[in-house]
């Protein structure tokens, strides 16, 4: 049941956000990807998405990372492990869930720029040297992170993955606790920042 509420969960935003960029300049984008990129760069970029889905990175170099989740993470620190119990420590997982992402879009970036032609004339296998660095942070650079970003990972956690990663509790039922409940109400808020926006 998690699996396909979150599935159903993620289309939810994704058609919200899809209606966003359409209604800002009547495009469409062909894939998730780019729906995602669109959207960052229309909305949480330029101060027009609500909290907690205006929080973004413009960047996964590491040194960026930081720095901008340093803003964040002043609203509350807590670790995914554990089910919130106040704003502050819901606040403190939008930040850990973030940095998460970041984490782990750096870890796609350095997979795809691997099998560049640029990084296979090298002849090297890893991002010791300057060159190969230089390769990976040009691909860095342009990859930003935002809430689309990060609930297309949560789906794909879902889609391909055991529903025991979904970082929810400590265990099976506790993940389940509640949770569907949750995802509704992230979907109703997103859903009515996208109808506010759509209808100006």
Avoid at 34 to 61: G, Y
Avoid at 72 to 82: E, Y
């Amino acid at each position: 049941m998690a699996r396909t509420a979150i599935v159903a969960w993620y289309y939810g935003v994704y058609s919200a956000a899809s209606a966003m960029t359409a209604a800002m300049d009547a495009s469409f984008q062909d894939n998730h990807a780019e729906t995602a990129r669109k959207w960052q760069e229309r909305f949480p970029a330029n101060n027009l998405a609500m909290h907690p889905f205006a929080d973004c990175l413009s960047s996964v170099i590491p040194a960026t990372v930081e720095t901008e989740l340093a803003t964040v993470k002043v609203r509350g620190q807590h670790s995914l492990v554990n089910k919130p119990t106040t704003a502050q420590e819901a606040w403190g997982c939008c930040a850990e869930y973030l940095s998460g992402t970041a984490g782990w879009e750096r870890s796609n970036v350095e997979e795809r720029v691997r099998e560049t032609a640029q990084f296979k004339a090298l002849g090297v296998s890893d991002f010791r040297t300057k060159a190969a660095r230089e390769l990976r942070d040009i691909s860095y650079a342009r990859r930003g992170i935002s809430f689309l970003h990060q609930a297309s990972r949560y789906r794909g956690k879902a889609n391909y993955r055991d529903a025991i990663y979904l970082a929810y509790g400590t265990s099976v039922p506790n993940q389940l606790s509640g949770f569907v409940d949750d995802m509704l109400i992230v979907l109703k808020g997103f859903a009515a920042m996208a109808g506010a926006y759509c209808s100006l």
